[in-house]
């Protein structure tokens, strides 16, 4: 079970890497647009706020990646406090950007939450 928990800890981490690359690096590229419904003049003026949203994808991803390089009771508490953290992040975006947000971020923070606390 530690195996799975971890693997879906590692896949929200890197949803987030990939959240963070979007967001600071693609946002006035056409995916990024894409990606976030964009226009090109909208993403320009905003360039700055999405790099910085990206920063703090990164900033969760980052503590993710640590609660598995950690391990031990310092693992099991960083992952449960950044996937509450991006769980928390996805109902609030849902609620104030996009739905879908819920089932990017939300679904597979819960998931991996549920699967690290029956692996303990």
């Known amino acids: ?28 590229r056409p995916r990024g647009r894409a990606a976030f ?12 706020l999405g790099a910085n949203q990206g920063l703090y994808n ?12 950690a391990g031990g009771d310092t693992g099991f508490a960083a992952k449960l406090f950044f996937l509450g953290c991006v769980a928390v992040a996805g109902v609030f975006g849902a609620a104030t950007a996009s739905r879908r947000i819920l089932f990017v971020q939300t679904v597979p923070a819960v ?6 606390l029956l692996a303990n």
């Open 1 to 28: 079970m530690m195996i799975l928990a971890n693997l879906l800890v590692a896949l929200v981490a890197l949803i987030h890497v990939y959240i963070l690359v979007l967001e600071m690096f693609l946002w006035t």
């Open 37 to 48: 419904g964009l226009t090109e003049e909208f993403a320009r003026e905003t360039k700055v």
């Open 58 to 69: 990164g900033f969760l991803a980052a503590g993710l990646v640590w609660g598995l390089i």
């Open 111 to 116: 998931l991996a939450i549920a699967a690290v």
